[in-house]
Nanobody, 118 residues
Framework: QVQLVESGGGLVEAGGSLTLSCAAS????????MGWYRQAPGKERELVAQ???????YYAGSVKGRFTIPRDNAKNTMYLQMNSLKPEDTAMYYC????????????WGQGTQVTVSS
């Protein structure tokens, strides 16, 4: 059974920083692309950033230059380093990954709340 577990969310003042973690566990053969999504109340879930198996990255325009998405393949862990946070970054953040066990499947974490106060 594969699980993705996020951590690191919390309350921070505007201009502050937070680092989210997403750890994958279970009978994993390999992890392909990984990504962070967020969903604010009343809005659709949106892609924030993603990183491929060869560490190519993509960032949404709203976070480019402020967020980075490193991953540690040895630990099956991905991070979201968030700097210069804005109130509009407030949302539930979810990690997702394409993971190969005996087959390839897409997995989601349970989410971690990020709240940025003005």
């Amino acid at each position: 059974q594969v699980q993705l577990v996020e951590s690191g969310g919390g309350l921070v003042e505007a201009g502050g920083s937070l680092t989210l973690s997403c750890a994958a566990s279970g009978r994993i053969f390999t992890i392909n692309g990984m990504g962070w999504y967020r969903q604010a109340p009343g809005k659709e879930r949106e892609l924030v950033a993603q990183i491929t198996g060869v560490s190519s990255t993509y960032y949404a325009g709203s976070v480019k230059g402020r967020f980075t998405i490193p991953r540690d393949n040895a630990k099956n862990t991905m991070y979201l380093q968030m700097n210069s946070l804005k109130p509009e970054d407030t949302a539930m953040y979810y990690c997702a990954a394409g993971i190969i066990t005996t087959a390839t499947a897409h997995y989601w974490g349970q989410g971690t709340q990020v709240t940025v106060s003005s």
